[in-house]
């Protein structure tokens, strides 16, 4: 009866053990389909890039262009809170939504320029780093490819 008793419960033990096993590993393989720094920015609610660089004058733009290069000059921090969905972290190695606007990238790209713009209206409204990030996350996220 004690052997039984001992083998149900190693058996047990054993199951919840490689349950355990087969969740952590797929809880990371699936953080392994998305860029690293991605991960960090939505790992990490205060994630800031690190951006230092002047943002290039507006007036060197015309229109909506123009407005995101001029939202990227008032409120360059905030920029550097917003990870850029058009992924140019990975492929161009910006830090943030505000290395967009440090370059001429901003200018050939309508993802970096509506974020901008975005975040600009919702900072002018009073929403926090949060409230913005989680805005344009809704707005702008698409899966990597």
Same mark, same amino acid.
């Given at each position: 009866?004690?052997?039984?008793?001992?083998?149900?419960?190693?058996?047990?033990?054993?199951?919840?053990?490689?349950?355990?096993?087969?969740?952590?590993?797929?809880?990371?393989?699936?953080?392994?389909?998305?860029?690293?720094?991605?991960?960090?920015?939505?790992?990490?609610? #205060?994630? $800031?890039?690190?951006?230092?660089?002047?943002?290039?004058? /507006? @007036?060197?733009? +015309?229109? #909506?262009? $123009?407005?995101?290069?001029?939202?990227?000059?008032?409120? /360059? @921090?905030?920029? +550097?809170?917003?990870?850029?969905?058009?992924?140019?972290?990975?492929?161009?190695?910006?830090?943030?939504?505000?290395?967009?606007?440090?370059?001429?990238?901003?200018?050939?790209?309508?993802?970096?320029?509506?974020?901008?713009?975005?975040?600009?209206?919702?900072?002018?409204?009073?929403?926090?780093?949060?409230?913005?990030?989680?805005?344009?996350?809704?707005?702008?996220?698409?899966?990597?490819?």
């Amino acid at each position: 009866m004690k052997k039984g008793i001992i083998l149900i419960a190693v058996l047990v033990i054993t199951g919840i053990t490689l349950i355990s096993c087969s969740k952590s590993k797929q809880a990371n393989e699936d953080s392994s389909k998305y860029p690293a720094t991605y991960v960090a920015y939505k790992n990490n609610p #205060d994630w $800031r890039g690190g951006e230092t660089n002047p943002i290039i004058s /507006p @007036d060197n733009f +015309d229109g #909506d262009i $123009r407005e995101a290069y001029a939202s990227a000059a008032a409120v /360059p @921090d905030v920029l +550097d809170h917003l990870y850029c969905y058009c992924y140019c972290a990975e492929h161009h190695g910006h830090k943030s939504l505000r290395t967009c606007f440090t370059d001429g990238h901003g200018s050939g790209c309508d993802i970096c320029v509506n974020e901008a713009r975005l975040a600009k209206k919702l900072h002018d409204k009073g929403y926090s780093i949060t409230q913005i990030r989680d805005e344009i996350d809704k707005e702008f996220y698409e899966p990597y490819n």
